[in-house]
């Protein structure tokens, strides 16, 4: 997925091996990376260089915590949403960007 296509306003990335998490706009993001940047290179920007993983020959196991929030929005129907306990929440932000 693109940057420019996230539908939420913000983006959140976390790293696994360090627990560090941040969350950033969504606008402020199009405008350092541009709108048709892969959202696995945003998130790789902006973790690899600051990650305080342990063994650094280790790549950074940061990711998207709403990446399945997004995968239900996005979806064009309910049954193809992966995890259905986010079908409402879902529902809330395809309501709310009409």
Do not use: H, N
Request: glycine residues 6%; hydrophobic residues 30%; aromatic residues 6%.
């Amino acid at each position: 997925m693109k940057l420019g296509a996230w539908p939420l306003p913000y983006v959140r990335v976390k790293c696994s091996k360090c627990d560090r998490e941040g969350r950033l706009s969504k606008d402020g993001l199009i405008e350092r990376f541009g709108p048709d940047r892969e959202m696995f290179v945003v998130r790789e920007k902006l973790t690899e260089p600051s990650c305080k993983r342990p063994d650094k020959k280790q790549p950074c196991q940061s990711v998207l915590p709403d990446g399945l929030l997004v995968q239900a929005i996005t979806a064009k129907s309910d049954e193809e949403i992966i995890d259905k306990r986010l079908t409402a929440e879902a529902k809330k932000w395809r309501e709310e960007q009409k």
